[in-house]
């Protein structure tokens, strides 16, 4: 039957577009997943892989009973995303953390794409708007746009191109670091889950570098004065993302900011001085599942190279480390999606295109999988002639979706990460007593309330006739 059908032209293979392929492959709709890299490659990038995973490695909170990103994880899993089973063999421990190994979480996932039989590979740019006869397109191209067709984009929607800028982390070899200096321990010494491969972090999961009051202010001090990346003019005006600041962007904003921030000393104990608490404390996480690259937590950069092997050589643990990647900042795009989307996530001027990812304005590596996922499983209901069915407001799933959507505010659209701020209030259950809970115990009742009928209702709206035979 997948001979007669159409395929769907997906371009980009980065988080959402390949999850959107494998969507729509495993619905059985043949797909031509489009990929400009190596042929036309991109400032952060540096292999060819699909999703690769150019910033950090780390997935965030993978518990899905109190944690928003880690429903959604749970919701993607129970929609057999190829992302969530290809972290699941890439694991690496980190705490509470879903984090991978970056390269065999990226090989994962291209080998499966590249063997599925309803899936042609194409390499090359799409240099311009999708031709007439792509009927049915996902635009999936990330933050990383390629010009003439960020360019094209805006012509259509006859909107103003929106930036900002990420930045990268450094990723320092486990073998440079001085641990008569540093000591493994994970915050709160919370648990991994462990990985695919037996590793478990045992609350051990991070590797942790004390720095006294004097030592952290002048720390501050080179971060401040430290040479930096110079913008290009037309650069100059576009804005961060809160969720992605370089530190030292964050240092500007108070010589105490980064103590309350990736700095923070708190559920965390010396075992060389446990009776002397450090004033500040870096951290760095298991980057790959060797365990021989680590990296540093929160000190996404625009420093210039040199300068921090010099800057970040300051930090007691560090004076030898040796960097497998420095830090680094590229400029990413998005479009105004609450004003041009509709409900699937189709341009409303032009339907047969359809956007996914990063593009559309969410922000994190399993947010835009998820509009992947989404996008996908749109594409391939209008394809096999079914009218796509939109998860409720109530789930991980649906809320981000109506976020970017509608939801948000046009005027101020600014990049979103899944947040309970997002859904419906839940109804919260009363206690053994017959009360509402009080005190420390209302947050994690509430929580609860929105992760167990989030997961119910993506339940139903995964298998809509098992539930109506029920």
């Not at 590596?365 to 992947?372: F, H, P, T």
């Not at 976020?403 to 948000?408: K, N, S, V």
């Amino acid at each position: 039957m997948s001979k007669d059908i159409k395929p769907v032209h997906v371009i980009g293979a980065g988080m959402a577009g390949s999850e959107a392929a494998w969507q729509l492959a495993q619905a059985g709709v043949p797909v031509v997943l489009h990929e400009m890299r190596p042929v036309v490659k991109t400032d952060a990038h540096h292999t060819d892989g699909f999703a690769e995973l150019v910033c950090s490695n780390s997935f965030r909170s993978d518990d899905h009973e109190l944690n928003a990103v880690g429903l959604l994880h749970e919701e993607m899993r129970r929609a057999s995303s190829l992302l969530m089973e290809a972290a699941a063999v890439a694991r690496v421990p980190a705490g509470g953390a879903l984090a991978v190994d970056r390269d065999n979480f990226s090989n994962y996932v291209t080998e499966k794409l590249t063997a599925h039989p309803l899936v042609t590979v194409e390499r090359g740019e799409i240099d311009g708007l999708p031709p007439a006869d792509w009927d049915n397109a996902i635009i999936a191209t990330g933050p990383l746009t390629s010009d003439a067709l960020g360019k094209a984009i805006g012509e259509l929607t006859g909107a103003d191109e929106l930036a900002f800028f990420d930045a990268i982390a450094p990723i320092v070899y486990r073998d440079s670091i001085d641990m008569s200096v540093c000591w493994f321990q994970s915050r709160y010494d919370k648990e991994s889950a462990g990985s695919a491969a037996g590793a478990g972090g045992a609350g051990k999961d991070y590797i942790n570098c004390p720095m006294t009051r004097e030592q952290y202010e002048a720390f501050i001090d080179a971060l401040l004065t430290g040479d930096k990346t110079e913008f290009k003019e037309w650069e100059k005006d576009t804005p961060y993302f809160d969720g992605c600041l370089p530190i030292e962007v964050m240092a500007e904003r108070g010589p105490e900011t980064l103590r309350f921030g990736p700095m923070k000393p708190v559920g965390l104990t010396n075992p060389r001085a446990p009776d002397v608490k450090p004033y500040a404390i870096v951290q760095l996480r298991q980057d790959n599942a060797l365990g021989t690259l680590y990296n540093m937590v929160g000190f996404q950069t625009k420093l210039k190279h040199g300068e921090q092997t010099r800057v970040f050589r300051t930090i007691p643990g560090l004076e030898k480390a040796e960097f497998a990647r420095l830090g680094g900042l590229h400029r990413n795009t998005f479009i105004n999606s609450p004003k041009l989307l509709d409900p699937v996530m189709r341009l409303a001027k032009e339907p047969r295109l359809r956007f996914a990812g990063q593009i559309t304005g969410v922000e994190g590596y399993v947010e835009s999988g998820a509009m992947g996922l989404l996008a996908g499983r749109f594409a391939a209901a209008e394809r096999l002639g079914r009218a796509p069915q939109v998860p409720p407001r109530t789930t991980a799933l649906g809320a981000l979706l109506a976020h970017i959507t509608g939801d948000a505010d046009a005027t101020t659209f600014q990049p979103m990460n899944v947040n309970f701020g997002l859904f419906p209030p839940p109804e919260v259950p009363l206690d053994g007593n017959g009360k509402r809970p009080r005190g420390k115990a209302k947050a994690p009742a509430r929580k609860r309330a929105y992760t167990s009928r989030a997961l119910a209702d993506i339940d139903g709206w995964l298998h809509p006739r098992a539930e109506a035979a029920e």
